[in-house]
Protein backbone atom coordinates (compact mmCIF):
# COMPACT_ATOMS: atom_id res chain seq x y z
CA UNK A 1 0.00 0.00 0.00
CA UNK A 2 1.61 3.21 -0.98
CA UNK A 3 0.75 5.91 1.39
CA UNK A 4 0.65 9.34 0.55
CA UNK A 5 3.95 10.92 1.56
CA UNK A 6 2.57 14.79 1.76
CA UNK A 7 2.37 16.37 4.81
CA UNK A 8 1.27 20.17 4.80
CA UNK A 9 3.64 22.30 5.80
CA UNK A 10 4.07 23.84 9.06
CA UNK A 11 3.64 27.71 9.67
CA UNK A 12 6.86 28.14 10.02
CA UNK A 13 8.16 26.94 6.55
CA UNK A 14 4.96 28.37 4.79
CA UNK A 15 6.55 31.70 5.99
CA UNK A 16 10.33 31.11 5.37
CA UNK A 17 8.67 30.22 1.35
CA UNK A 18 6.67 33.71 1.87
CA UNK A 19 9.63 35.76 2.88
CA UNK A 20 11.56 34.19 0.33
CA UNK A 21 8.88 35.09 -2.06
CA UNK A 22 8.79 38.51 -0.77
CA UNK A 23 12.52 39.37 -0.67
CA UNK A 24 12.75 37.95 -4.69
CA UNK A 25 9.89 39.01 -6.69
CA UNK A 26 10.76 42.74 -6.65
CA UNK A 27 14.44 41.51 -7.62
CA UNK A 28 12.83 39.43 -10.30
CA UNK A 29 10.72 42.29 -11.64
CA UNK A 30 14.00 44.30 -12.26
CA UNK A 31 15.62 41.74 -14.24
CA UNK A 32 12.59 41.02 -16.33
CA UNK A 33 11.69 45.14 -16.99
CA UNK A 34 15.54 45.44 -17.76
CA UNK A 35 14.90 43.62 -21.36
CA UNK A 36 11.10 46.06 -22.08
CA UNK A 37 12.07 47.33 -25.10
CA UNK A 38 10.07 50.51 -23.82
CA UNK A 39 11.10 53.50 -22.44
CA UNK A 40 8.42 53.35 -20.02
CA UNK A 41 9.81 50.65 -16.81
CA UNK A 42 5.67 49.33 -16.36
CA UNK A 43 4.47 49.48 -19.70
CA UNK A 44 5.69 45.73 -21.58
CA UNK A 45 6.24 46.30 -25.36
CA UNK A 46 8.65 43.44 -26.28
CA UNK A 47 12.10 42.39 -25.57
CA UNK A 48 15.55 44.06 -26.04
CA UNK A 49 18.59 43.89 -24.95
CA UNK A 50 19.12 48.06 -26.27
CA UNK A 51 18.95 48.84 -22.03
CA UNK A 52 22.35 47.18 -21.99
CA UNK A 53 24.06 48.67 -24.76
CA UNK A 54 23.60 52.33 -23.60
CA UNK A 55 24.57 51.77 -20.15
CA UNK A 56 28.18 50.38 -21.67
CA UNK A 57 27.70 54.03 -23.15
CA UNK A 58 27.08 56.11 -20.42
CA UNK A 59 30.37 57.53 -19.59
CA UNK A 60 29.10 58.63 -16.44
CA UNK A 61 27.91 55.56 -15.22
CA UNK A 62 31.15 53.55 -16.25
CA UNK A 63 33.67 56.28 -14.70
CA UNK A 64 31.82 56.14 -11.52
CA UNK A 65 31.88 52.25 -11.38
CA UNK A 66 35.56 52.45 -11.30
CA UNK A 67 35.87 55.38 -9.01
CA UNK A 68 33.61 52.74 -6.44
CA UNK A 69 35.42 50.03 -7.23
CA UNK A 70 38.91 51.43 -6.59
CA UNK A 71 37.69 52.82 -3.55
CA UNK A 72 35.80 49.82 -2.36
CA UNK A 73 38.75 47.56 -2.76
CA UNK A 74 41.21 50.07 -0.79
CA UNK A 75 38.57 50.09 1.67
CA UNK A 76 38.05 46.36 2.07
CA UNK A 77 41.58 45.51 2.59
CA UNK A 78 42.44 48.46 5.15
CA UNK A 79 39.06 47.27 7.11
CA UNK A 80 40.39 43.62 7.17
CA UNK A 81 43.44 44.40 8.58
CA UNK A 82 42.01 47.00 11.05
CA UNK A 83 38.78 44.64 11.82
CA UNK A 84 41.22 41.59 12.09
CA UNK A 85 43.65 43.74 14.55
CA UNK A 86 40.68 44.53 16.42
CA UNK A 87 38.88 41.12 16.55
CA UNK A 88 42.14 39.45 17.71
CA UNK A 89 43.04 42.05 20.28
CA UNK A 90 39.25 41.65 22.01
CA UNK A 91 39.12 37.72 21.31
CA UNK A 92 42.90 37.11 22.71
CA UNK A 93 44.27 39.83 24.88
CA UNK A 94 42.22 39.30 28.29
CA UNK A 95 41.52 42.66 29.94
CA UNK A 96 43.17 45.78 28.95
CA UNK A 97 42.81 49.52 29.14
CA UNK A 98 40.24 50.44 26.85
CA UNK A 99 38.93 47.12 26.29
CA UNK A 100 35.02 48.94 26.56
CA UNK A 101 35.91 51.35 24.58
CA UNK A 102 37.15 49.20 21.65
CA UNK A 103 34.16 47.06 21.86
CA UNK A 104 31.89 49.72 21.97
CA UNK A 105 33.77 51.48 18.72
CA UNK A 106 33.33 47.97 17.05
CA UNK A 107 29.60 47.77 17.85
CA UNK A 108 28.35 51.28 17.65
CA UNK A 109 28.98 51.76 13.89
CA UNK A 110 26.58 48.44 12.72
CA UNK A 111 23.52 50.44 14.10
CA UNK A 112 24.56 54.27 13.69
CA UNK A 113 22.31 56.37 11.42
CA UNK A 114 24.38 56.87 8.10
CA UNK A 115 23.35 60.48 8.35
CA UNK A 116 25.06 60.91 11.89
CA UNK A 117 28.20 59.04 10.59
CA UNK A 118 28.35 60.90 7.40
CA UNK A 119 27.39 64.41 8.56
CA UNK A 120 30.34 63.73 11.66
CA UNK A 121 33.01 62.39 9.42
CA UNK A 122 32.55 65.72 6.97
CA UNK A 123 32.77 67.63 10.44
CA UNK A 124 36.02 65.71 11.09
CA UNK A 125 37.69 66.32 8.06
CA UNK A 126 36.87 70.21 7.65
CA UNK A 127 38.26 70.31 11.19
CA UNK A 128 41.54 68.59 10.48
CA UNK A 129 41.38 70.69 7.32
CA UNK A 130 41.84 74.13 9.25
CA UNK A 131 44.16 72.77 11.94
CA UNK A 132 46.96 70.74 9.70
CA UNK A 133 46.06 71.74 6.15
CA UNK A 134 44.92 68.26 5.45
CA UNK A 135 43.06 66.86 3.20
CA UNK A 136 42.19 69.88 1.71
CA UNK A 137 40.20 68.56 -0.85
CA UNK A 138 37.68 65.56 0.25
CA UNK A 139 37.12 63.01 -2.67
CA UNK A 140 38.61 59.39 -2.90
CA UNK A 141 41.08 59.40 0.02
CA UNK A 142 38.42 60.91 2.88
CA UNK A 143 35.47 58.16 1.63
CA UNK A 144 38.10 55.45 1.76
CA UNK A 145 38.89 56.67 5.76
CA UNK A 146 35.01 56.99 6.41
CA UNK A 147 34.66 53.53 4.45
CA UNK A 148 37.24 51.75 6.03
CA UNK A 149 35.93 53.23 9.78
CA UNK A 150 32.98 51.50 9.29
CA UNK A 151 33.50 48.70 7.27
CA UNK A 152 36.38 47.73 10.03
CA UNK A 153 33.64 47.18 12.58
CA UNK A 154 31.68 44.49 10.33
CA UNK A 155 35.16 42.86 9.29
CA UNK A 156 36.20 42.72 13.25
CA UNK A 157 32.33 40.76 13.96
CA UNK A 158 32.66 38.37 11.02
CA UNK A 159 36.44 37.54 12.20
CA UNK A 160 35.87 37.28 16.01
CA UNK A 161 33.12 34.90 15.79
CA UNK A 162 35.49 32.62 13.98
CA UNK A 163 38.19 33.42 15.69
CA UNK A 164 35.98 31.96 18.98
CA UNK A 165 35.82 28.92 17.24
CA UNK A 166 39.33 28.61 16.96
CA UNK A 167 40.65 25.61 18.86
CA UNK A 168 43.12 27.77 20.65
CA UNK A 169 45.44 24.59 21.81
CA UNK A 170 47.47 24.96 18.54
CA UNK A 171 48.05 28.75 19.10
CA UNK A 172 49.39 27.61 22.95
CA UNK A 173 51.41 24.72 21.77
CA UNK A 174 53.18 26.79 18.83
CA UNK A 175 53.95 29.09 22.03
CA UNK A 176 54.72 27.24 24.26
CA UNK A 177 57.66 25.23 21.69
CA UNK A 178 58.90 28.96 21.81
CA UNK A 179 57.24 30.62 18.55
CA UNK A 180 57.43 34.29 19.07
CA UNK A 181 53.72 35.97 19.53
CA UNK A 182 53.94 37.58 16.19
CA UNK A 183 55.50 34.56 14.54
CA UNK A 184 52.38 32.18 15.86
CA UNK A 185 49.67 34.95 14.24
CA UNK A 186 50.90 34.48 10.88
CA UNK A 187 51.39 31.22 11.12
CA UNK A 188 49.19 29.42 12.72
CA UNK A 189 46.23 32.01 13.92
CA UNK A 190 45.90 34.12 10.11
CA UNK A 191 45.56 30.60 7.89
CA UNK A 192 43.31 29.37 10.50
CA UNK A 193 41.11 32.05 9.94
CA UNK A 194 41.36 33.03 6.33
CA UNK A 195 38.34 31.89 5.26
CA UNK A 196 36.41 34.62 7.49
CA UNK A 197 39.44 37.33 6.54
CA UNK A 198 37.85 36.26 2.82
CA UNK A 199 34.20 36.48 3.98
CA UNK A 200 35.00 40.03 5.78
CA UNK A 201 36.97 41.39 2.99
CA UNK A 202 33.91 40.19 0.75
CA UNK A 203 31.31 42.06 2.98
CA UNK A 204 33.49 45.44 3.26
CA UNK A 205 33.61 45.56 -0.45
CA UNK A 206 29.66 45.25 -0.86
CA UNK A 207 29.38 47.19 1.80
CA UNK A 208 31.92 50.12 0.54
CA UNK A 209 30.32 49.53 -3.04
CA UNK A 210 26.68 50.24 -1.66
CA UNK A 211 27.31 53.23 0.74
CA UNK A 212 25.08 56.48 -0.56
CA UNK A 213 24.68 58.44 2.03
CA UNK A 214 28.37 58.30 3.81
CA UNK A 215 29.77 59.20 0.77
CA UNK A 216 27.73 61.89 -0.33
CA UNK A 217 28.70 63.69 3.19
CA UNK A 218 32.56 62.94 2.71
CA UNK A 219 32.79 63.84 -0.73
CA UNK A 220 34.12 65.93 -2.72
CA UNK A 221 33.04 67.49 -6.36
CA UNK A 222 36.32 65.34 -7.53
CA UNK A 223 34.93 62.05 -6.86
CA UNK A 224 31.40 60.36 -8.04
CA UNK A 225 30.71 57.22 -6.54
CA UNK A 226 28.19 54.65 -8.17
CA UNK A 227 25.80 54.91 -5.77
CA UNK A 228 25.67 58.83 -6.40
CA UNK A 229 24.91 58.42 -9.75
CA UNK A 230 21.89 55.99 -9.52
CA UNK A 231 20.37 58.09 -6.69
CA UNK A 232 20.29 61.04 -8.75
CA UNK A 233 19.01 59.08 -11.43
CA UNK A 234 16.62 57.64 -9.72
CA UNK A 235 15.17 60.78 -7.90
CA UNK A 236 14.15 61.98 -11.41
CA UNK A 237 11.95 58.49 -11.61
CA UNK A 238 12.51 55.29 -12.92
CA UNK A 239 14.19 54.55 -15.77
CA UNK A 240 15.28 51.42 -17.34
CA UNK A 241 19.29 51.69 -17.86
CA UNK A 242 19.49 51.44 -13.95
CA UNK A 243 17.33 48.05 -14.14
CA UNK A 244 19.72 47.03 -16.33
CA UNK A 245 22.81 47.73 -13.95
CA UNK A 246 20.64 46.48 -11.36
CA UNK A 247 20.28 42.99 -13.14
CA UNK A 248 23.83 43.02 -13.56
CA UNK A 249 24.78 43.65 -9.94
CA UNK A 250 22.43 40.89 -9.25
CA UNK A 251 24.11 38.51 -11.67
CA UNK A 252 27.76 39.57 -10.05
CA UNK A 253 26.63 38.72 -6.31
CA UNK A 254 24.99 35.78 -7.48
CA UNK A 255 27.91 33.96 -8.92
CA UNK A 256 29.81 35.19 -6.26
CA UNK A 257 27.44 33.57 -3.65
CA UNK A 258 27.06 30.16 -6.18
CA UNK A 259 31.46 30.44 -5.94
CA UNK A 260 31.43 30.71 -1.97
CA UNK A 261 29.07 28.25 -1.34
CA UNK A 262 30.27 25.72 -3.67
CA UNK A 263 33.52 26.02 -2.11
CA UNK A 264 32.65 25.90 1.10
CA UNK A 265 30.71 22.21 0.73
CA UNK A 266 33.41 20.99 -0.95
CA UNK A 267 36.10 21.55 1.77
CA UNK A 268 32.93 20.75 3.85
CA UNK A 269 32.50 17.19 2.63
CA UNK A 270 36.40 16.99 1.99
CA UNK A 271 36.62 17.70 6.01
CA UNK A 272 33.68 14.93 6.71
CA UNK A 273 35.94 12.67 3.93
CA UNK A 274 39.03 13.09 6.26
CA UNK A 275 36.87 11.98 9.11
CA UNK A 276 35.77 9.22 8.31
CA UNK A 277 39.09 7.99 7.02
CA UNK A 278 40.47 8.43 10.45
CA UNK A 279 37.36 6.34 11.76
CA UNK A 280 38.01 3.51 9.25
CA UNK A 281 41.07 1.77 10.24
CA UNK B 1 54.93 22.47 45.83
CA UNK B 2 51.92 23.91 46.95
CA UNK B 3 51.92 27.08 44.81
CA UNK B 4 52.93 25.02 41.82
CA UNK B 5 49.62 25.60 39.84
CA UNK B 6 49.76 29.56 40.96
CA UNK B 7 53.50 30.65 39.79
CA UNK B 8 52.72 30.03 35.79
CA UNK B 9 49.61 31.50 35.62
CA UNK B 10 51.41 34.63 37.59
CA UNK B 11 54.13 34.84 35.71
CA UNK B 12 52.65 34.16 32.42
CA UNK B 13 50.56 37.42 33.23
CA UNK B 14 54.10 39.15 33.93
CA UNK B 15 55.17 37.91 30.45
CA UNK B 16 52.01 39.08 29.22
CA UNK B 17 52.26 42.16 30.26
CA UNK B 18 55.73 42.53 29.45
CA UNK B 19 55.28 40.75 25.67
CA UNK B 20 56.61 43.50 23.43
CA UNK B 21 54.56 45.21 21.09
CA UNK B 22 51.44 44.08 22.79
CA UNK B 23 50.09 47.91 23.51
CA UNK B 24 51.34 48.75 19.63
CA UNK B 25 48.80 45.69 18.44
CA UNK B 26 45.85 47.42 20.19
CA UNK B 27 47.02 51.11 19.77
CA UNK B 28 46.47 50.99 15.97
CA UNK B 29 42.24 49.80 15.73
CA UNK B 30 41.97 51.74 19.37
CA UNK B 31 43.61 55.42 17.64
CA UNK B 32 41.81 54.79 14.17
CA UNK B 33 38.15 53.95 15.49
CA UNK B 34 38.91 57.08 18.18
CA UNK B 35 39.82 59.35 15.34
CA UNK B 36 37.25 58.35 12.93
CA UNK B 37 34.66 57.45 14.69
CA UNK B 38 34.29 59.00 18.01
CA UNK B 39 36.33 62.36 17.85
CA UNK B 40 33.78 63.42 15.35
CA UNK B 41 30.69 63.50 17.53
CA UNK B 42 32.90 66.15 19.79
CA UNK B 43 33.47 68.19 16.88
CA UNK B 44 29.33 67.53 16.11
CA UNK B 45 28.86 68.83 19.39
CA UNK B 46 30.87 71.77 19.33
CA UNK B 47 29.29 72.94 15.66
CA UNK B 48 26.00 72.84 17.11
CA UNK B 49 26.96 75.42 19.47
CA UNK B 50 28.22 77.62 16.87
CA UNK B 51 26.41 80.09 15.14
CA UNK B 52 25.52 79.81 11.85
CA UNK B 53 27.40 82.29 9.11
CA UNK B 54 27.78 82.70 5.40
CA UNK B 55 31.26 81.90 5.37
CA UNK B 56 33.16 78.75 4.54
CA UNK B 57 32.68 76.43 6.90
CA UNK B 58 29.48 77.87 7.26
CA UNK B 59 29.35 78.74 11.16
CA UNK B 60 31.40 80.70 13.25
CA UNK B 61 33.82 79.80 15.64
CA UNK B 62 33.10 79.08 18.98
CA UNK B 63 36.34 80.00 20.54
CA UNK B 64 37.68 83.46 19.86
CA UNK B 65 41.24 84.81 20.66
CA UNK B 66 40.96 88.89 20.63
CA UNK B 67 42.48 91.58 22.03
CA UNK B 68 44.12 88.89 24.66
CA UNK B 69 40.81 87.50 25.64
CA UNK B 70 39.52 84.63 24.93
CA UNK B 71 35.87 84.55 24.02
CA UNK B 72 33.79 81.23 24.28
CA UNK B 73 30.83 82.38 22.71
CA UNK B 74 28.53 79.01 23.22
CA UNK B 75 25.11 79.35 21.61
CA UNK B 76 22.23 77.34 22.61
CA UNK B 77 20.13 78.77 20.02
CA UNK B 78 20.23 75.56 17.70
CA UNK B 79 18.47 73.21 20.55
CA UNK B 80 16.24 76.08 21.37
CA UNK B 81 15.10 76.38 17.54
CA UNK B 82 14.58 72.51 17.35
CA UNK B 83 12.55 72.51 20.16
CA UNK B 84 10.33 75.51 19.57
CA UNK B 85 9.46 74.84 15.65
CA UNK B 86 7.12 71.86 15.28
CA UNK B 87 8.59 70.18 12.18
CA UNK B 88 11.58 68.84 14.02
CA UNK B 89 9.38 67.49 16.65
CA UNK B 90 7.19 65.75 14.07
CA UNK B 91 9.77 64.50 12.62
CA UNK B 92 11.77 62.92 15.49
CA UNK B 93 8.53 61.33 16.38
CA UNK B 94 7.35 59.95 12.83
CA UNK B 95 10.37 58.63 12.47
CA UNK B 96 10.61 56.76 16.10
CA UNK B 97 6.95 55.98 14.75
CA UNK B 98 7.77 54.28 11.49
CA UNK B 99 10.97 52.59 12.74
CA UNK B 100 9.39 51.27 15.72
CA UNK B 101 6.09 49.84 13.72
CA UNK B 102 8.62 48.43 11.00
CA UNK B 103 10.26 46.85 13.48
CA UNK B 104 7.47 45.16 14.47
CA UNK B 105 6.73 43.66 11.03
CA UNK B 106 10.15 43.12 11.12
CA UNK B 107 9.97 41.07 13.65
CA UNK B 108 6.47 39.06 12.79
CA UNK B 109 8.04 38.16 9.20
CA UNK B 110 11.28 37.51 10.18
CA UNK B 111 10.87 35.44 13.19
CA UNK B 112 9.21 32.58 11.77
CA UNK B 113 11.22 32.52 8.80
CA UNK B 114 14.59 32.26 11.24
CA UNK B 115 12.69 29.51 13.33
CA UNK B 116 12.12 27.37 9.89
CA UNK B 117 15.75 28.06 8.70
CA UNK B 118 17.11 26.58 12.01
CA UNK B 119 14.75 23.65 12.26
CA UNK B 120 15.62 22.74 8.60
CA UNK B 121 17.69 19.89 7.67
CA UNK B 122 21.30 20.74 8.06
CA UNK B 123 22.21 20.64 4.46
CA UNK B 124 19.45 23.10 3.89
CA UNK B 125 20.84 25.90 6.15
CA UNK B 126 24.02 26.98 4.80
CA UNK B 127 21.72 26.93 1.38
CA UNK B 128 19.01 29.15 3.15
CA UNK B 129 21.44 31.39 5.25
CA UNK B 130 22.87 32.42 1.58
CA UNK B 131 19.42 33.08 0.03
CA UNK B 132 17.90 35.13 2.78
CA UNK B 133 21.53 37.17 2.90
CA UNK B 134 22.15 37.64 -1.00
CA UNK B 135 19.56 40.41 -1.07
CA UNK B 136 21.59 42.49 0.84
CA UNK B 137 24.80 42.06 -0.87
CA UNK B 138 23.52 43.76 -3.64
CA UNK B 139 22.84 46.85 -3.39
CA UNK B 140 20.29 48.94 -0.85
CA UNK B 141 19.72 51.56 -3.45
CA UNK B 142 18.37 49.25 -6.05
CA UNK B 143 16.44 47.33 -4.08
CA UNK B 144 14.44 50.49 -2.81
CA UNK B 145 14.46 51.47 -6.17
CA UNK B 146 12.82 47.84 -7.52
CA UNK B 147 9.51 48.78 -5.04
CA UNK B 148 9.10 52.59 -6.92
CA UNK B 149 8.37 50.45 -10.26
CA UNK B 150 5.85 48.01 -8.13
CA UNK B 151 4.14 50.66 -6.33
CA UNK B 152 3.49 53.65 -8.46
CA UNK B 153 0.11 54.93 -9.79
CA UNK B 154 0.96 53.29 -13.41
CA UNK B 155 3.23 50.56 -11.63
CA UNK B 156 2.93 46.71 -11.49
CA UNK B 157 0.43 46.51 -8.56
CA UNK B 158 -1.57 48.60 -10.17
CA UNK B 159 -1.36 47.87 -14.16
CA UNK B 160 -2.70 44.29 -12.91
CA UNK B 161 -5.49 45.09 -10.73
CA UNK B 162 -6.68 47.59 -13.33
CA UNK B 163 -5.97 44.74 -15.93
CA UNK B 164 -8.04 42.03 -13.74
CA UNK B 165 -10.75 44.41 -13.81
CA UNK B 166 -10.56 45.01 -9.70
CA UNK B 167 -10.16 48.64 -9.67
CA UNK B 168 -11.27 51.16 -11.63
CA UNK B 169 -8.58 54.07 -10.73
CA UNK B 170 -5.29 52.98 -9.45
CA UNK B 171 -4.44 53.05 -5.41
CA UNK B 172 -2.50 55.77 -4.40
CA UNK B 173 0.74 53.82 -2.64
CA UNK B 174 3.45 55.49 -3.97
CA UNK B 175 4.73 58.38 -1.55
CA UNK B 176 3.09 57.40 1.24
CA UNK B 177 3.93 55.89 5.07
CA UNK B 178 3.17 52.81 3.84
CA UNK B 179 5.36 52.14 1.03
CA UNK B 180 7.67 53.91 3.48
CA UNK B 181 7.66 51.00 5.93
CA UNK B 182 7.38 48.20 3.33
CA UNK B 183 10.78 50.14 1.92
CA UNK B 184 12.00 49.78 5.48
CA UNK B 185 10.64 45.70 6.37
CA UNK B 186 12.20 44.72 2.84
CA UNK B 187 15.39 46.11 3.03
CA UNK B 188 15.92 45.53 6.57
CA UNK B 189 14.62 42.10 6.80
CA UNK B 190 17.39 39.98 6.17
CA UNK B 191 19.50 42.09 9.20
CA UNK B 192 16.59 40.79 11.66
CA UNK B 193 16.53 37.49 10.32
CA UNK B 194 20.65 36.42 10.43
CA UNK B 195 20.89 36.86 14.28
CA UNK B 196 17.80 35.21 15.45
CA UNK B 197 18.99 32.59 12.77
CA UNK B 198 21.99 32.61 14.67
CA UNK B 199 20.46 32.51 18.18
CA UNK B 200 17.30 29.81 17.36
CA UNK B 201 19.97 27.35 15.92
CA UNK B 202 22.05 27.34 19.65
CA UNK B 203 18.75 26.18 20.90
CA UNK B 204 19.05 23.42 23.08
CA UNK B 205 16.79 20.74 21.72
CA UNK B 206 16.63 18.71 24.70
CA UNK B 207 14.81 21.17 26.20
CA UNK B 208 11.67 21.21 23.84
CA UNK B 209 12.03 18.11 24.02
CA UNK B 210 11.51 17.59 27.66
CA UNK B 211 8.55 20.04 26.89
CA UNK B 212 6.90 17.98 24.76
CA UNK B 213 7.71 15.08 27.32
CA UNK B 214 6.20 16.39 29.97
CA UNK B 215 3.01 17.38 27.83
CA UNK B 216 3.72 21.28 27.17
CA UNK B 217 1.36 21.66 23.58
CA UNK B 218 3.95 23.11 20.57
CA UNK B 219 2.48 26.79 21.17
CA UNK B 220 3.02 26.39 24.66
CA UNK B 221 6.67 25.35 24.74
CA UNK B 222 7.19 27.93 22.36
CA UNK B 223 6.08 30.88 24.30
CA UNK B 224 7.89 29.53 27.42
CA UNK B 225 11.00 28.19 26.51
CA UNK B 226 12.13 28.54 22.95
CA UNK B 227 10.50 32.34 23.12
CA UNK B 228 12.81 33.72 26.41
CA UNK B 229 15.63 31.65 25.06
CA UNK B 230 15.20 33.67 21.92
CA UNK B 231 15.49 36.90 23.77
CA UNK B 232 19.10 38.25 22.52
CA UNK B 233 18.19 37.37 19.07
CA UNK B 234 15.25 39.27 18.87
CA UNK B 235 17.01 42.61 20.76
CA UNK B 236 19.76 42.68 18.37
CA UNK B 237 17.78 42.05 15.23
CA UNK B 238 15.07 44.49 16.25
CA UNK B 239 17.71 46.49 17.18
CA UNK B 240 19.77 46.33 13.93
CA UNK B 241 16.22 47.19 12.21
CA UNK B 242 15.13 50.23 14.60
CA UNK B 243 18.05 52.27 15.14
CA UNK B 244 19.47 52.70 11.50
CA UNK B 245 15.67 52.93 10.19
CA UNK B 246 15.13 55.94 12.54
CA UNK B 247 17.72 57.74 10.59
CA UNK B 248 17.42 56.65 7.55
CA UNK B 249 17.21 58.95 4.59
CA UNK B 250 17.10 57.08 1.00
CA UNK B 251 13.61 54.73 2.13
CA UNK B 252 11.72 58.08 2.70
CA UNK B 253 13.35 59.93 0.01
CA UNK B 254 12.50 57.60 -2.43
CA UNK B 255 9.15 56.33 -1.67
CA UNK B 256 7.90 58.74 1.41
CA UNK B 257 5.95 62.14 0.17
CA UNK B 258 5.08 65.32 1.53
CA UNK B 259 3.38 63.63 4.63
CA UNK B 260 6.26 61.75 5.50
CA UNK B 261 8.31 63.76 8.14
CA UNK B 262 11.95 61.57 8.94
CA UNK B 263 14.75 62.79 11.10
CA UNK B 264 16.96 61.39 8.48
CA UNK B 265 15.72 63.21 5.76
CA UNK B 266 15.30 66.81 7.62
CA UNK B 267 18.92 66.31 8.55
CA UNK B 268 20.44 65.92 5.18
CA UNK B 269 17.87 68.88 4.11
CA UNK B 270 19.56 71.67 6.32
CA UNK B 271 22.56 70.10 5.76
CA UNK B 272 22.68 69.85 1.68
CA UNK B 273 19.51 72.28 0.97
CA UNK B 274 20.04 75.09 3.65
CA UNK B 275 23.57 74.09 4.77
CA UNK B 276 22.68 75.20 7.90
CA UNK B 277 25.12 72.98 9.42
CA UNK B 278 25.31 74.30 12.79
CA UNK B 279 21.10 72.97 13.11
CA UNK B 280 22.10 70.17 11.19
CA UNK B 281 24.77 69.13 13.95
CA UNK B 282 21.77 69.92 16.70
CA UNK B 283 19.73 67.60 14.86
CA UNK B 284 22.37 64.25 15.03
CA UNK B 285 23.07 64.98 18.67
CA UNK B 286 19.51 65.17 19.61
CA UNK B 287 19.26 61.99 17.34
CA UNK B 288 22.07 60.42 19.04
CA UNK B 289 20.53 61.13 22.62
CA UNK B 290 17.58 59.77 21.57
CA UNK B 291 19.14 56.24 20.20
CA UNK B 292 21.59 56.53 23.33
CA UNK B 293 19.72 53.67 25.01
CA UNK B 294 19.04 51.30 22.25
CA UNK B 295 22.56 51.52 21.38
CA UNK B 296 23.24 50.34 24.65
CA UNK B 297 21.03 47.78 24.39
CA UNK B 298 22.53 46.43 21.31
CA UNK B 299 26.03 46.91 22.55
CA UNK B 300 25.14 45.13 25.53
CA UNK B 301 24.02 42.15 23.68
CA UNK B 302 26.86 42.31 20.63
CA UNK B 303 29.99 42.26 23.33
CA UNK B 304 28.60 39.14 24.69
CA UNK B 305 28.41 37.86 21.10
CA UNK B 306 32.06 39.17 20.86
CA UNK B 307 33.66 38.03 24.08
CA UNK B 308 31.58 35.59 25.56
Known sequence: MRRSSFTPPSFTTLMLILGLLFLYLPMVVLVVYSFNSSRLVTVWAGFSGRWYLELLRDRQILAAVWTSLRIAFFAASMAVCLGTLAAFVMTRFGRFRGKTALSSMVTAPLVMPEVITGLSLLLLFVQMAQIIGWPADRGMATIWIAHTTFCSAYVAVVVSSRLREVDRSIEEAAMDLGAPPVKTFFQITLPVISPALAAGWLLAFTLSLDDLVIASFVSGPGATTLPMVVFSSVRMGVSPKINALATLIILAVSLATFLAWYFMRRSESRRLAALRQQEAP | ?308
Open chain 2, 1 to 308: MSEGPLKPTALDRLRRRLRPGRGWVIAVPLVWLTLFFLAPFAIVLKISLSEAAIAVPPYQPILDFTAETLNVALNLGNYLFLASDSLYVAAYWGSVKIAFLSTVFCLLIGYPMAYAMARAPARWQLVLLLLVMLPSWTSFLIRVYAWMGILSNTGLINNTLMWLGLIDSPIRMMNTNFAVMLGIVYAYLPFMILPLYANLTRLDNSLLEAAADLGSRTFNTFLKVTLPLSKGGIIAGSMLVFIPAVGEYVIPELLGGPNTVMIGKVLWEEFFLNRDWPVASALAMVMLLLLLIPIALFHRYQSRELQE
